[in-house]
Protein backbone atom coordinates (compact mmCIF):
# COMPACT_ATOMS: atom_id res chain seq x y z
CA UNK A 1 0.00 0.00 0.00
CA UNK A 2 0.88 3.47 -0.90
CA UNK A 3 1.65 5.73 1.98
CA UNK A 4 -1.70 7.27 1.86
CA UNK A 5 -3.09 4.69 2.51
CA UNK A 6 -3.07 4.61 6.10
CA UNK A 7 -5.77 2.74 8.65
CA UNK A 8 -5.36 5.78 10.96
CA UNK A 9 -5.97 8.91 10.01
CA UNK A 10 -5.02 12.80 11.36
CA UNK A 11 -8.48 13.85 11.89
CA UNK A 12 -9.18 17.71 13.58
CA UNK A 13 -12.92 18.61 14.14
CA UNK A 14 -14.68 21.22 16.49
CA UNK A 15 -17.04 18.95 19.24
CA UNK A 16 -19.56 21.23 21.29
CA UNK A 17 -17.56 24.23 20.25
CA UNK A 18 -13.81 23.13 21.02
CA UNK A 19 -11.34 22.22 18.33
CA UNK A 20 -10.18 18.24 18.58
CA UNK A 21 -7.24 16.56 16.78
CA UNK A 22 -6.70 12.76 17.32
CA UNK A 23 -5.66 10.24 14.99
CA UNK A 24 -8.46 7.85 14.50
CA UNK A 25 -8.81 4.37 13.17
CA UNK A 26 -10.72 4.82 9.27
CA UNK A 27 -13.54 2.19 10.84
CA UNK A 28 -14.43 3.69 13.76
CA UNK A 29 -17.89 5.30 13.53
CA UNK A 30 -18.17 8.87 14.47
CA UNK A 31 -20.88 7.87 17.67
CA UNK A 32 -17.90 5.58 18.90
CA UNK A 33 -15.34 8.08 18.43
CA UNK A 34 -17.59 10.73 20.30
CA UNK A 35 -17.95 7.88 22.73
CA UNK A 36 -14.93 6.46 23.66
CA UNK A 37 -12.36 8.90 22.85
CA UNK A 38 -14.12 11.91 23.98
CA UNK A 39 -16.31 10.45 26.53
CA UNK A 40 -19.16 11.77 25.32
CA UNK A 41 -21.48 9.13 26.35
CA UNK A 42 -24.85 11.15 25.93
CA UNK A 43 -25.53 9.77 22.83
CA UNK A 44 -26.06 6.26 22.86
CA UNK A 45 -25.22 3.24 20.06
CA UNK A 46 -28.40 1.38 19.34
CA UNK A 47 -28.69 -1.02 16.26
CA UNK A 48 -25.88 0.20 14.50
CA UNK A 49 -27.41 0.41 10.94
CA UNK A 50 -29.18 3.50 11.07
CA UNK A 51 -32.62 2.75 12.07
CA UNK A 52 -32.56 3.47 15.67
CA UNK A 53 -31.94 7.08 16.20
CA UNK A 54 -30.44 6.95 19.49
CA UNK A 55 -26.86 7.72 17.61
CA UNK A 56 -28.44 11.23 16.38
CA UNK A 57 -25.83 14.06 16.73
CA UNK A 58 -25.19 17.28 14.32
CA UNK A 59 -22.99 17.40 12.10
CA UNK A 60 -22.46 21.13 10.56
CA UNK A 61 -25.67 21.92 12.05
CA UNK A 62 -27.78 18.93 10.51
CA UNK A 63 -28.79 16.10 12.31
CA UNK A 64 -27.18 12.43 11.04
CA UNK A 65 -26.87 9.04 12.33
CA UNK A 66 -23.40 9.29 14.32
CA UNK A 67 -22.89 5.41 13.46
CA UNK A 68 -23.87 5.79 9.37
CA UNK A 69 -20.91 8.12 9.58
CA UNK A 70 -16.85 7.31 10.13
CA UNK A 71 -15.39 9.69 12.27
CA UNK A 72 -12.69 10.66 9.62
CA UNK A 73 -15.63 11.80 7.40
CA UNK A 74 -15.85 14.70 10.29
CA UNK A 75 -12.45 16.00 9.20
CA UNK A 76 -13.29 20.11 9.09
CA UNK A 77 -16.93 19.98 10.86
CA UNK A 78 -18.19 21.14 13.35
CA UNK A 79 -19.78 18.46 15.43
CA UNK A 80 -22.77 18.88 18.42
CA UNK A 81 -23.58 16.57 20.97
CA UNK A 82 -26.44 16.16 23.64
CA UNK A 83 -23.80 17.55 26.19
CA UNK A 84 -22.93 19.98 23.83
CA UNK A 85 -26.36 21.48 23.46
CA UNK A 86 -27.99 20.94 26.43
CA UNK A 87 -24.90 22.67 28.26
CA UNK A 88 -25.16 25.75 25.63
CA UNK A 89 -29.03 26.03 27.08
CA UNK A 90 -30.78 25.09 23.19
CA UNK A 91 -32.94 22.53 24.62
CA UNK A 92 -33.63 23.62 28.15
CA UNK A 93 -37.36 24.46 26.80
CA UNK A 94 -37.74 21.05 25.69
CA UNK A 95 -35.68 19.59 28.02
CA UNK A 96 -38.45 21.26 30.50
CA UNK A 97 -41.50 20.07 28.53
CA UNK A 98 -40.52 16.14 28.33
CA UNK A 99 -39.76 16.54 32.29
CA UNK A 100 -43.34 17.86 32.56
CA UNK A 101 -45.37 15.95 30.36
CA UNK A 102 -43.24 12.47 31.42
CA UNK A 103 -41.83 12.22 27.80
CA UNK A 104 -39.28 9.40 28.55
CA UNK A 105 -39.21 5.89 30.42
CA UNK A 106 -35.53 4.51 30.51
CA UNK A 107 -34.37 7.29 28.89
CA UNK A 108 -32.23 5.29 26.12
CA UNK A 109 -33.58 6.97 23.17
CA UNK A 110 -34.29 10.67 24.82
CA UNK A 111 -31.06 12.25 23.31
CA UNK A 112 -31.54 11.42 19.98
CA UNK A 113 -35.35 12.37 20.09
CA UNK A 114 -34.12 16.03 21.78
CA UNK A 115 -31.51 16.72 19.14
CA UNK A 116 -34.21 15.74 16.32
CA UNK A 117 -37.04 17.78 17.91
CA UNK A 118 -35.09 20.33 17.59
CA UNK A 119 -34.28 20.52 14.14
CA UNK A 120 -38.23 20.48 13.46
CA UNK A 121 -38.88 22.76 16.22
CA UNK A 122 -36.35 25.71 14.53
CA UNK A 123 -37.22 24.56 10.78
CA UNK A 124 -41.08 24.30 11.58
CA UNK A 125 -42.59 26.12 13.62
CA UNK A 126 -45.98 25.68 12.54
CA UNK A 127 -45.37 21.67 12.67
CA UNK A 128 -48.64 19.57 13.30
CA UNK A 129 -48.42 16.40 15.47
CA UNK A 130 -49.02 14.16 11.87
CA UNK A 131 -45.36 16.56 11.30
CA UNK A 132 -44.07 15.44 14.59
CA UNK A 133 -44.45 12.03 14.25
CA UNK A 134 -42.97 11.79 10.43
CA UNK A 135 -40.02 13.74 11.62
CA UNK A 136 -39.84 11.81 14.44
CA UNK A 137 -40.25 8.23 12.52
CA UNK A 138 -36.45 7.59 12.55
CA UNK A 139 -36.26 7.44 16.48
CA UNK A 140 -37.47 4.78 18.03
CA UNK A 141 -38.42 4.47 21.27
CA UNK A 142 -38.67 0.90 23.02
CA UNK A 143 -40.40 1.84 25.92
CA UNK A 144 -43.19 2.72 23.26
CA UNK A 145 -43.91 6.10 25.09
CA UNK A 146 -44.68 8.15 21.87
CA UNK A 147 -47.57 9.77 22.77
CA UNK A 148 -45.96 11.98 25.56
CA UNK A 149 -43.13 12.39 23.68
CA UNK A 150 -45.49 14.07 20.83
CA UNK A 151 -46.88 16.44 23.63
CA UNK A 152 -43.69 17.95 24.88
CA UNK A 153 -42.42 18.52 21.29
CA UNK A 154 -46.31 19.65 20.70
CA UNK A 155 -46.21 21.91 23.99
CA UNK A 156 -42.85 23.80 22.70
CA UNK A 157 -44.10 24.09 19.34
CA UNK A 158 -47.44 26.04 20.78
CA UNK A 159 -45.21 28.63 22.87
CA UNK B 1 -22.07 -4.16 14.58
CA UNK B 2 -18.69 -1.91 13.85
CA UNK B 3 -17.14 -1.76 10.17
CA UNK B 4 -14.64 -4.22 9.33
CA UNK B 5 -10.83 -2.28 9.17
CA UNK B 6 -10.15 -0.77 6.09
CA UNK B 7 -8.70 2.37 4.66
CA UNK B 8 -9.54 5.77 3.69
CA UNK B 9 -8.94 8.57 1.48
CA UNK B 10 -10.55 11.59 0.57
CA UNK B 11 -10.52 12.13 -2.89
CA UNK B 12 -9.58 15.47 -4.37
CA UNK B 13 -10.67 15.34 -7.76
CA UNK B 14 -12.20 12.42 -9.93
CA UNK B 15 -8.65 12.31 -11.54
CA UNK B 16 -7.36 11.12 -8.14
CA UNK B 17 -10.91 8.74 -7.88
CA UNK B 18 -10.33 6.80 -11.09
CA UNK B 19 -6.35 6.30 -10.17
CA UNK B 20 -7.40 4.57 -7.11
CA UNK B 21 -10.27 2.93 -8.95
CA UNK B 22 -7.87 1.54 -11.08
CA UNK B 23 -5.48 0.51 -9.01
CA UNK B 24 -7.88 -1.11 -6.70
CA UNK B 25 -10.16 -2.61 -8.23
CA UNK B 26 -13.16 -4.58 -6.31
CA UNK B 27 -11.20 -3.90 -3.17
CA UNK B 28 -12.36 -0.25 -3.35
CA UNK B 29 -15.54 1.59 -3.11
CA UNK B 30 -16.64 4.83 -3.46
CA UNK B 31 -17.86 6.32 -0.06
CA UNK B 32 -20.54 9.22 -1.05
CA UNK B 33 -23.45 10.08 1.73
CA UNK B 34 -22.52 6.32 2.95
CA UNK B 35 -26.18 5.74 4.57
CA UNK B 36 -26.44 2.29 2.99
CA UNK B 37 -22.44 1.89 2.27
CA UNK B 38 -21.57 1.99 6.00
CA UNK B 39 -24.93 0.13 6.92
CA UNK B 40 -23.68 -2.24 5.01
CA UNK B 41 -19.69 -2.18 6.20
CA UNK B 42 -20.93 -2.73 10.10
CA UNK B 43 -23.59 -5.51 9.08
CA UNK B 44 -20.64 -7.18 7.23
CA UNK B 45 -22.23 -7.28 3.79
CA UNK B 46 -19.37 -5.76 2.48
CA UNK B 47 -15.69 -5.33 3.22
CA UNK B 48 -13.54 -3.26 0.95
CA UNK B 49 -9.96 -2.56 1.56
CA UNK B 50 -10.67 0.68 0.69
CA UNK B 51 -12.91 3.49 1.04
CA UNK B 52 -12.66 6.40 -1.55
CA UNK B 53 -14.75 9.54 0.17
CA UNK B 54 -15.91 11.66 -3.16
CA UNK B 55 -17.76 14.25 -0.60
CA UNK B 56 -15.68 16.69 -0.68
CA UNK B 57 -14.76 17.24 -4.57
CA UNK B 58 -15.91 20.44 -5.63
CA UNK B 59 -18.96 20.41 -8.45
CA UNK B 60 -20.57 17.14 -7.79
CA UNK B 61 -23.00 18.67 -5.53
CA UNK B 62 -26.01 21.12 -5.85
CA UNK B 63 -28.82 22.20 -8.52
CA UNK B 64 -29.15 24.02 -11.62
CA UNK B 65 -31.55 25.13 -13.53
CA UNK B 66 -30.62 26.15 -17.25
CA UNK B 67 -31.98 26.14 -20.45
CA UNK B 68 -34.82 24.21 -19.45
CA UNK B 69 -33.33 21.40 -18.10
CA UNK B 70 -32.73 20.53 -14.24
CA UNK B 71 -28.64 19.42 -13.61
CA UNK B 72 -28.62 17.72 -9.93
CA UNK B 73 -24.76 17.13 -8.77
CA UNK B 74 -24.68 13.62 -7.76
CA UNK B 75 -23.72 14.41 -3.86
CA UNK B 76 -26.81 16.43 -3.84
CA UNK B 77 -28.55 15.15 -0.57
CA UNK B 78 -32.24 14.05 -0.67
CA UNK B 79 -33.05 16.94 1.93
CA UNK B 80 -31.35 19.70 0.23
CA UNK B 81 -33.84 18.10 -3.53
CA UNK B 82 -36.89 18.06 -0.37
CA UNK B 83 -36.32 22.15 0.56
CA UNK B 84 -35.57 22.94 -3.40
CA UNK B 85 -37.57 25.95 -4.45
CA UNK B 86 -36.34 24.73 -8.03
CA UNK B 87 -36.99 21.38 -7.80
CA UNK B 88 -40.54 22.54 -6.42
CA UNK B 89 -41.54 24.85 -9.34
CA UNK B 90 -39.46 22.46 -12.23
CA UNK B 91 -39.87 19.48 -10.78
CA UNK B 92 -42.41 18.56 -8.50
CA UNK B 93 -42.08 14.86 -8.40
CA UNK B 94 -38.90 14.93 -6.88
CA UNK B 95 -40.52 16.93 -4.13
CA UNK B 96 -43.32 14.91 -3.76
CA UNK B 97 -40.76 11.76 -3.24
CA UNK B 98 -38.23 12.95 -1.22
CA UNK B 99 -40.13 12.51 1.91
CA UNK B 100 -40.42 9.01 1.58
CA UNK B 101 -36.63 8.48 1.66
CA UNK B 102 -35.94 6.97 5.28
CA UNK B 103 -36.12 9.36 8.18
CA UNK B 104 -34.68 13.42 8.65
CA UNK B 105 -31.24 12.30 9.67
CA UNK B 106 -30.56 10.00 6.93
CA UNK B 107 -31.77 12.68 4.23
CA UNK B 108 -29.28 15.00 5.79
CA UNK B 109 -26.34 12.68 4.92
CA UNK B 110 -27.17 10.43 1.70
CA UNK B 111 -26.85 11.85 -1.42
CA UNK B 112 -29.05 11.21 -4.79
CA UNK B 113 -26.37 9.79 -6.64
CA UNK B 114 -25.16 7.24 -4.14
CA UNK B 115 -28.95 6.34 -4.33
CA UNK B 116 -28.83 6.03 -8.11
CA UNK B 117 -25.28 4.13 -7.93
CA UNK B 118 -26.81 1.40 -5.62
CA UNK B 119 -29.84 0.55 -7.42
CA UNK B 120 -31.79 -0.50 -4.54
CA UNK B 121 -35.03 -1.82 -6.13
CA UNK B 122 -37.49 -0.14 -3.52
CA UNK B 123 -35.85 3.12 -3.87
CA UNK B 124 -37.52 6.12 -4.77
CA UNK B 125 -35.12 8.26 -6.80
CA UNK B 126 -34.66 5.05 -9.38
CA UNK B 127 -38.38 5.05 -10.27
CA UNK B 128 -38.88 9.07 -10.48
CA UNK B 129 -35.82 9.34 -12.44
CA UNK B 130 -37.30 6.50 -15.26
CA UNK B 131 -40.60 8.44 -14.95
CA UNK B 132 -38.75 11.64 -15.69
CA UNK B 133 -36.27 10.09 -18.53
CA UNK B 134 -33.82 11.51 -16.92
CA UNK B 135 -30.20 11.34 -18.31
CA UNK B 136 -27.33 10.37 -16.03
CA UNK B 137 -23.90 11.75 -16.69
CA UNK B 138 -20.96 8.78 -16.08
CA UNK B 139 -17.55 9.72 -15.52
CA UNK B 140 -14.23 7.51 -16.05
CA UNK B 141 -10.88 7.89 -16.97
CA UNK B 142 -11.53 7.27 -20.40
CA UNK B 143 -14.02 10.14 -20.50
CA UNK B 144 -17.45 11.24 -19.87
CA UNK B 145 -21.04 9.49 -21.11
CA UNK B 146 -24.10 10.15 -21.13
CA UNK B 147 -26.86 6.93 -19.74
CA UNK B 148 -30.59 7.32 -19.76
CA UNK B 149 -32.22 6.11 -16.59
CA UNK B 150 -34.12 3.65 -18.33
CA UNK B 151 -30.98 1.62 -19.62
CA UNK B 152 -29.21 2.66 -16.45
CA UNK B 153 -30.77 0.17 -14.04
CA UNK B 154 -30.38 -3.36 -15.02
CA UNK B 155 -31.25 -5.83 -12.07
CA UNK B 156 -30.81 -5.97 -8.39
CA UNK B 157 -28.39 -3.87 -7.29
CA UNK B 158 -26.67 -3.96 -10.98
CA UNK B 159 -26.49 -0.79 -13.25
CA UNK B 160 -24.89 0.10 -16.35
CA UNK B 161 -21.97 1.66 -14.73
CA UNK B 162 -18.72 0.34 -16.05
CA UNK B 163 -16.05 -0.59 -12.77
CA UNK B 164 -14.34 2.68 -12.51
CA UNK B 165 -17.18 4.96 -13.27
CA UNK B 166 -18.58 7.34 -11.43
CA UNK B 167 -21.74 8.64 -11.44
CA UNK B 168 -21.61 12.46 -11.54
CA UNK B 169 -24.73 14.20 -11.78
CA UNK B 170 -28.43 14.02 -13.16
CA UNK B 171 -29.93 15.87 -16.26
CA UNK B 172 -34.04 16.13 -16.17
CA UNK B 173 -35.49 17.77 -19.08
CA UNK B 174 -38.40 20.47 -17.34
CA UNK B 175 -41.93 18.81 -18.40
CA UNK B 176 -44.03 22.18 -19.30
CA UNK B 177 -46.33 23.54 -17.30
CA UNK B 178 -49.79 21.38 -18.10
CA UNK B 179 -48.15 18.56 -17.08
CA UNK B 180 -48.80 16.72 -13.22
CA UNK B 181 -47.17 14.52 -11.15
CA UNK B 182 -47.73 12.50 -8.22
CA UNK B 183 -45.85 9.93 -5.53
CA UNK B 184 -47.50 7.28 -3.56
CA UNK B 185 -46.26 4.58 -1.96
CA UNK B 186 -47.08 2.48 0.85
CA UNK B 187 -44.39 1.23 3.17
CA UNK B 188 -44.85 -0.88 6.88
CA UNK B 189 -43.79 2.71 9.22
CA UNK B 190 -42.85 6.01 7.66
CA UNK B 191 -39.35 5.94 6.26
CA UNK B 192 -39.39 1.88 5.72
CA UNK B 193 -38.37 0.31 2.69
CA UNK B 194 -41.48 0.62 0.37
CA UNK B 195 -43.80 -2.17 -0.04
CA UNK B 196 -44.94 -0.70 -3.05
CA UNK B 197 -45.06 2.66 -4.69
CA UNK B 198 -45.56 4.70 -8.12
CA UNK B 199 -43.80 7.34 -9.47
CA UNK B 200 -46.71 9.06 -12.31
CA UNK B 201 -46.32 12.25 -14.69
CA UNK B 202 -49.01 13.31 -17.03
CA UNK B 203 -49.78 15.88 -18.93
CA UNK B 204 -53.49 16.96 -18.26
CA UNK B 205 -55.36 18.62 -20.70
CA UNK B 206 -58.83 19.11 -21.49
CA UNK B 207 -59.46 16.65 -18.52
CA UNK B 208 -57.38 13.71 -20.20
CA UNK B 209 -53.95 12.25 -19.42
CA UNK B 210 -51.80 12.30 -21.94
CA UNK B 211 -47.66 11.41 -22.04
CA UNK B 212 -48.87 8.94 -18.95
CA UNK B 213 -45.47 7.15 -17.21
CA UNK B 214 -45.92 5.49 -13.99
CA UNK B 215 -42.45 3.71 -13.21
CA UNK B 216 -42.76 1.70 -10.08
CA UNK B 217 -40.15 1.00 -7.06
CA UNK B 218 -40.74 -2.44 -4.80
CA UNK B 219 -41.80 -4.34 -7.87
CA UNK B 220 -39.22 -5.67 -9.13
CA UNK B 221 -35.26 -6.33 -9.46
CA UNK B 222 -34.99 -2.65 -10.79
CA UNK B 223 -37.91 0.41 -10.94
CA UNK B 224 -40.73 -1.34 -13.65
CA UNK B 225 -42.10 1.20 -16.22
CA UNK B 226 -45.83 -0.34 -16.78
CA UNK B 227 -46.03 0.35 -20.07
CA UNK B 228 -49.59 -1.53 -20.44
CA UNK B 229 -51.02 0.39 -17.79
CA UNK B 230 -49.86 3.37 -19.49
CA UNK B 231 -50.88 2.41 -22.67
CA UNK B 232 -54.36 1.39 -21.31
CA UNK B 233 -54.46 5.09 -19.90
CA UNK B 234 -53.54 6.99 -22.50
CA UNK B 235 -55.12 10.19 -23.74
CA UNK B 236 -58.36 9.28 -21.28
CA UNK B 237 -60.26 10.89 -18.66
CA UNK B 238 -58.93 9.44 -15.49
CA UNK B 239 -62.79 8.06 -14.49
CA UNK B 240 -64.03 4.75 -12.58
CA UNK B 241 -64.34 2.50 -15.26
CA UNK B 242 -60.52 4.06 -17.24
CA UNK B 243 -58.40 3.79 -13.63
CA UNK B 244 -59.83 0.07 -13.78
CA UNK B 245 -58.70 -0.77 -17.37
CA UNK B 246 -55.16 0.33 -16.22
CA UNK B 247 -55.27 -1.46 -13.15
CA UNK B 248 -56.67 -4.51 -14.83
CA UNK B 249 -53.48 -4.01 -17.20
CA UNK B 250 -51.04 -3.81 -14.43
CA UNK B 251 -50.42 -8.02 -14.31
CA UNK B 252 -48.76 -7.62 -18.29
CA UNK B 253 -46.36 -4.96 -16.66
CA UNK B 254 -45.27 -6.21 -13.19
CA UNK B 255 -44.41 -9.50 -11.66
CA UNK B 256 -43.44 -9.13 -7.54
CA UNK B 257 -41.46 -11.76 -5.66
CA UNK B 258 -43.14 -11.82 -2.36
CA UNK B 259 -41.25 -10.09 0.20
CA UNK B 260 -41.28 -11.62 4.01
CA UNK B 261 -45.06 -9.49 4.55
CA UNK B 262 -46.26 -9.61 1.78
CA UNK B 263 -47.21 -12.23 -1.64
CA UNK B 264 -47.16 -11.88 -5.29
CA UNK B 265 -50.57 -11.05 -5.07
CA UNK B 266 -50.90 -8.88 -2.17
CA UNK B 267 -48.35 -6.45 -4.08
CA UNK B 268 -50.08 -6.64 -7.31
CA UNK B 269 -52.95 -5.72 -5.46
CA UNK B 270 -51.51 -2.53 -3.92
CA UNK B 271 -49.85 -1.63 -6.92
CA UNK B 272 -53.25 -1.24 -8.07
CA UNK B 273 -54.51 0.57 -5.31
CA UNK B 274 -51.50 2.94 -5.68
CA UNK B 275 -52.42 3.30 -9.54
CA UNK B 276 -55.52 4.56 -8.45
CA UNK B 277 -54.41 6.47 -6.20
CA UNK B 278 -51.95 8.33 -8.62
CA UNK B 279 -54.28 8.69 -11.84
CA UNK B 280 -57.08 10.32 -9.39
CA UNK B 281 -54.15 13.01 -8.29
CA UNK B 282 -52.98 13.43 -11.84
CA UNK B 283 -56.34 13.96 -12.93
CA UNK B 284 -57.33 16.19 -9.82
Known amino acids: MSPIMEQALETTLTVNGTPVTRRIPARQHLIDFLREELGLTGSHVGCEHGVCGTCTVRVDGKIVRGCLMLAVQADGRRVDTIEGLSDSGELAELQEAFHRRNALQCGFCTPGMLIAAQELIANEPGASRERIREHLSGNYCRCTGYQAIVDAIEDVLKK | MKAPPLAYIRARSLAEVFTLLETHGDNAKVLAGGQSLIAALN ?129 ITVPGPEYRSAFVELAQRRGDYAIAGVAAVAKRAGGTLTDLRLAFLGMGQAPVLARSAMAAMEGKRAAADTIAAASEALSRDLDPAPDLYSSAATKLHLARVLTGRALAALAA
Not at chain 2, 161 to 167: D, G, S
Open chain 2, 43 to 171: MRLSAPELLIDITRIKDLSGIEVRNGTVRIGALTTHAEIERSPEIRKFLPLLAQAAPHIAHPAIRNAGTIGGSLALADPAAEWPACCVALDAQFGVAGKVGTRRVAARDFFKGLYATALRPNEVLTHIE
